[in-house]
C-alpha cells in the first residue's frame, strides 16, 4: 500500500490542432480525425513552422527547435505536486523518472530532475520506464518494497515530447501525440487521504516488435493489433479491479485509461459497464501524452475526484499493461 499525497502536470502552449495538421495536406480532415480518434487538439514543444515546413523528416532536430526540454516540463509537473502536498523539494528522498521519451541517454532523466528543483543532498534518483505503462510499473514496483526501504516522499515523473518522434507525412501517427509531463508524490510511511492499492504490472515480451520508436528515428506500431491488446487488456484488468472492490464499499467507482484513442477508451466502457460520468479522460484536447497520459487525467480532477475509487489501467510497448485502485476519502 502507498499513501499518494498529490499529484501535478503540465503541458506546454504550442497547440496543435486538427485544423494545422489538415494544412498539411496529408489526407486528413478535421471531421475524419475527430471521427477516428476522438482527438481535437493536441501540445508541442515543437514550432508549428518547424512542422509545416520539415513533417520532422528528421527526429535529431527536434531537440534543436523545441522551446521546452522533458526536464523543464517534469519540474513544473513536480513543482504543481509539491504545493498540492505542502512539501518543499528538499523533503523528496528519492526520484523515479520514466516514459517513452528520454532527454539523454545518461544521465538518468530523474537526477536532471532532481537537479532542476534544487535538490542537493543525497537523493536516489533513477529511471524505471516501460513506455506508456510506466507509471503503473513504477508505482507497481515501489508498492512491493518494504516500507523502512522508502523514504518519506518519493516523487513519480513522467515527460514525454512523442511530438519528437513523430513523422508527419504519415497521417496514422501524425494525428494521434501530444506532449505533456505529470509527477506524483508518493509515501509508504505518511498517511494521507489518497491510498494507493492493487497494484499489478504484466508483459508480454512476444509483442515487443509491434510498437517502436528507434534510436533516432520515428515511432510506428502495428495499429490494428496494438488497439485489439489494448481493450482486451484494459477490459480484463478493470474488470479484476471492479471485481475485488469489497461489496460493502458504496463509493462511487471511476475509470481512468491509457490516453492512446478515445474510441478504444469507449470501447472498454461498454465491455465494463462503465458510465459516461464516471469515464475521465483528457485526450480530446492534449491527445496521447504517453505515460504522463494517465496520470495527467487524474491531476487535472484531484479536486473533484473525493470520496470515490479510480481504476486507473495503462498499456504500452512491451507489450506492457499494469493498473491501480486508488481509494480517496
Avoid at 475527430?34 to 508549428?48: A, F
Avoid at 528528421?58 to 504545493?83: F, K, N, V, Y
Avoid at 491488446?229 to 471485481?243: C, D, G, M, N, S
Avoid at 487524474?298 to 512491451?318: F, M, T
Wanted: proline share 5%; aromatic share 6%.
Amino acid at each position: 500500500m502507498l499513501y499518494l499525497h498529490a499529484l501535478g502536470h503540465f503541458h506546454p502552449e504550442t497547440v496543435l490542432d486538427n485544423h494545422f495538421l489538415s494544412s498539411l495536406d496529408i489526407g486528413v480532415d478535421v471531421k475524419w480525425i475527430e471521427d477516428r480518434v476522438g482527438i481535437i487538439e493536441r501540445r508541442t514543444t515543437l514550432p508549428l513552422d518547424y512542422l509545416r515546413k520539415t513533417y520532422n523528416r528528421d527526429p535529431r532536430a527536434g531537440a534543436e527547435a523545441a522551446h521546452t526540454t522533458p526536464t523543464q516540463m517534469s519540474a513544473r509537473a513536480a513543482e504543481m505536486a509539491l504545493r498540492r502536498a505542502g512539501i518543499e523539494a528538499c523533503q523528496l528522498g528519492m526520484v523515479v523518472s520514466g516514459g517513452c521519451s528520454p532527454e539523454m541517454q545518461i544521465p538518468a532523466d530523474a537526477s536532471r530532475v532532481a537537479n532542476a528543483l534544487g535538490i542537493d543532498a543525497p537523493c536516489p534518483c533513477f529511471d524505471l520506464q516501460s513506455a506508456c505503462s510506466s507509471f503503473a510499473s513504477q508505482i507497481h514496483f515501489l508498492n512491493q518494497m518494504r516500507p523502512e526501504a522508502l523514504p518519506d516522499y518519493v516523487l513519480v515523473v513522467n515527460s514525454e515530447i512523442f511530438t519528437h518522434s513523430i513523422d508527419y507525412s504519415d497521417r496514422r501517427q501524425a494525428i494521434l501525440f501530444g506532449d505533456g509531463a505529470s509527477a506524483a508524490i508518493v509515501s509508504s510511511r505518511i498517511p494521507s487521504s489518497s491510498v494507493i492499492s492493487e497494484t499489478s504490472f504484466y508483459s508480454n515480451p512476444t509483442g515487443q516488435h509491434q510498437i517502436t520508436i528507434p534510436t533516432g528515428g520515428h515511432f510506428a506500431q502495428e495499429g490494428h493489433a496494438v488497439q485489439a491488446f489494448a481493450i482486451r487488456t484494459t477490459t480484463e484488468l478493470v474488470k479484476q479491479l471492479q471485481a475485488s472492490v469489497p461489496a460493502s464499499e458504496n463509493r462511487r467507482q471511476v475509470f481512468i485509461g491509457h490516453q492512446a484513442n478515445l474510441r478504444m477508451l469507449e470501447n472498454v466502457c461498454r465491455r465494463t459497464d462503465i458510465a459516461l460520468k464516471d469515464h475521465y479522460a483528457n485526450l480530446e484536447y492534449f491527445g496521447n501524452c504517453g505515460a504522463a497520459g494517465a496520470p495527467t487525467v487524474l491531476s487535472q480532477n484531484w479536486d473533484e475526484l473525493r470520496n470515490c475509487i479510480v481504476h486507473l489501467v495503462v498499456v504500452g510497448s512491451g507489450l506492457a499493461w499494469g493498473g491501480m485502485r486508488i481509494t480517496r476519502d
